[in-house]
T-cell receptor, first 117, second 111 residues
Framework: DVKVTQSSRYLVKRTGEKVFLECVQD?????MFWYRQDPGLGLRLIYF???????EKGDIPEGYSVSREKKERFSLILESASTNQTSMYLCASSNGGLAGGEEETQYFGPGTRLLVL | DAKTTQPPSMDCAEGRAANLPCNHS???????VYWYRQIHSQGPQYIIHGLKNNETNEMASLIITEDRKSSTLILPHATLRDTAVYYC????????????FGTGTRLQVFP
């Protein structure tokens, strides 16, 4: 069974704080993704990575950065949290795709609900 | 990736089969049909995917019409825990890129 875990289910932070969201997958997947999900807006891609130390901007990268030092771990960093970053954050991982030409099915973690006050 | 259309909501009695339809009339030859579901406040859960043949796994069956313009996800014996929003997505199978979730179908399973 694919397992994607996220460091926290719920998080409360203050405006201006630096926030780290961690994601770990145990399936040796090449690709990892960070999305945010907001009511009425669906899932929006923030960043993704198809290899260690590689990162690609998604649709809404502003205010975020990422780090992928090890294949199994993909971190999302909010450099200076703001109230408009209150959201549900979802990490996903997948294998294949452009990396290997195979089928690419994304598997999601349980999500982190972040509240920025 | 092609667009999909799903009914906004459906009800199903516990123990009965839940049949969730999806229209994808602009699907192209190299696009797969994927199904995910999201139970309230949890991450989306992968269910099944297929290209043109019908597929079955331990969670569900996927029936794709011969012209591939529509499909149906079947939960053979729905339980209360199957209450969730179900998303149908079509995408190129090798496309390492964002998943685009539409509004999905909210399935309510009642006792």
């Amino acid at each position: 069974d694919v397992k994607v875990t996220q460091s926290s289910r719920y998080l409360v932070k203050r405006t201006g704080e630096k926030v780290f969201l961690e994601c770990v997958q145990d399936m040796d997947h090449e690709n990892m993704f960070w999305y945010r999900q907001d009511p009425g807006l669906g899932l929006r891609l923030i960043y993704f990575s198809y290899d260690v130390k590689m990162k690609e901007k998604g649709d809404i990268p502003e205010g975020y950065s990422v780090s992928r030092e090890k294949k199994e771990r993909f971190s999302l960093i909010l450099e200076s949290a703001s109230t408009n970053q209150t959201s549900m954050y979802l990490c996903a991982s997948s294998n294949g795709g452009l990396a290997g030409g195979e089928e690419e099915t994304q598997y999601f973690g349980p999500g982190t609900r972040l509240l920025v006050l | 990736d092609a667009k999909t259309t799903q009914p906004p909501s459906m009800d199903c009695a516990e123990g009965r089969a839940a049949n969730l339809p999806c229209n994808h009339s602009t699907i192209s030859g190299n696009e797969y049909v994927y199904w995910y579901r999201q139970i309230h406040s949890q991450g989306p859960q992968y269910i099944i995917h297929g290209l043109k043949n019908n597929e079955t796994n331990e969670m569900a069956s996927l029936i794709i019409t011969e012209d591939r313009k529509s499909s149906t996800l079947i939960l053979p014996h729905a339980t209360l825990r199957d209450t969730a929003v179900y998303y149908c997505i079509v995408r190129v199978y090798y496309n390492t890129d964002k998943l685009i979730f539409g509004t999905g179908t909210r399935l309510q399973v009642f006792p």
